[in-house]
């Protein structure tokens, strides 16, 4: 069972403009999320994170919102630069999960010049 | 500087050849993940390790084993490897959340370890 969702498996969007990657989770023990971006033959890595405790995260041009009640997280990026262009994973953790993070199935954003 | 490390980043291997992947580390993590990714899909987690005690996923096939000699280097065997194995095989470390706070936490990743079954 997917506790994770991503929805929209791909995006596009011009350079310059907002991008919005949406996730949903169904594990309302979850309280840790995380969005993980992913170059082609690279690794995911760790891009930004959010705490049930907060609804929304800044750091730069990433923003990452949670709304608990819909069970909805979504990642900003403004503005999107060409650069950004990858896969990017939505992740959700919890206390009560332990050491283990739940994966969505990614969404590819392309940004065009 | 390269923290998590996986080889080779390839490797092709004959059905029922049994293959080993490396994963090491250089952050001193006590945790130490497996994942399987296929195309379009959720990486899968196949079992971790919290320092030497290995948590297994209920659904992961008895196919597939693993060993962690050191906090350093974790392997993955698999003993028959069929052409439904073929994938990307991500290491990932961190921290024991237990140990700190949850919420500053991530996983490191390697670059992955794609899988080719002839």
């Known amino acids: 069972d997917q506790q994770v969702k991503q929805n929209s498996p791909s995006l596009s969007v011009q350079e310059g403009r907002i991008s919005i990657l949406n996730c949903d989770y169904t594990?309302?023990?979850?309280?840790?999320f995380l969005w993980y971006k992913k170059y082609p033959a690279e690794g995911p890595t760790f891009l930004i994170s959010?705490?049930?405790?907060?609804d929304k995260n800044e750091d730069g041009r990433f923003t990452v919102f949670l709304n608990k009640s819909a069970k909805h997280l979504s990642l900003h990026i403004v503005p999107s630069q060409p650069g950004d262009s990858a896969v990017y994973f939505c992740?959700?953790?919890?206390?009560?999960?332990?050491?283990?993070?739940?994966f969505g199935t990614g969404t590819s954003l392309t940004v065009i010049p | 500087d390269a923290m998590v490390i996986q080889n080779p980043r390839y490797q092709v291997t004959q059905f029922g050849k049994p293959v080993t992947l490396s994963c090491s580390q250089t952050?001193?993590?006590?945790?130490m993940y497996w994942y399987q990714q296929k195309s379009s899909q959720a990486p899968k987690l196949l079992f971790h390790y919290y320092d030497k005690d290995f948590n297994n996923e209920a659904d992961t096939p008895d196919n597939f084993q693993s060993r962690r000699p050191n906090t350093s280097f974790c392997f993955l065997d698999i003993r028959s490897p069929g052409l439904g194995d073929a994938a990307m095989y991500l290491c990932?470390?961190?921290?024991?959340f237990g140990g700190g706070d949850l919420y500053q936490e991530t996983q490191y990743f390697g670059p992955g370890t794609r899988l080719l079954v002839l």
């Open positions: 594990n309302s023990m979850f309280d840790y």
């Open positions: 959010i705490s049930s405790i907060k």
């Open positions: 992740a959700a953790s919890g206390l009560i999960t332990g050491n283990q993070f739940y």
């Open positions: 952050l001193n993590h006590n945790v």
């Open positions: 990932a470390t961190s921290r024991d």
